[in-house]
């Protein structure tokens, strides 16, 4: 299985904050839904410990080229920047459905 990292939606964010053609918004959102869902589905896993950083910010990213949730460039060195300051957290690694069961 693949695993998306920190590392790897770094560099799409920063693609995206240095492309001024106004495309970046809809690849970028693109991206980040087939990342999303492919988490979801079980085709890939986000890095480990970094899962709730990780599906924050393709949660946002899904919607960028929607009108009214455009990213800025500030707004996405914002995301890389708390991508690079995240911490790993170890009960990141417990699904959150199996988290609901428990309830």
Known sequence: ???LTRQQVIEQLSLAATDDTGAASGRLAAWAFDQFYAEEA???AFEAGYR???SAVLD???FSDQPGFHLSAPELQQMIAHLEQAEPSEDDE???DEADADD
């Open 94 to 96: 417990e699904d959150d």
């Open 1 to 3: 299985m693949d695993t």
């Open 52 to 54: 709730r950083a990780i």
């Open 60 to 62: 946002d990213l899904m």
């Open 42 to 44: 079980g085709e890939i």
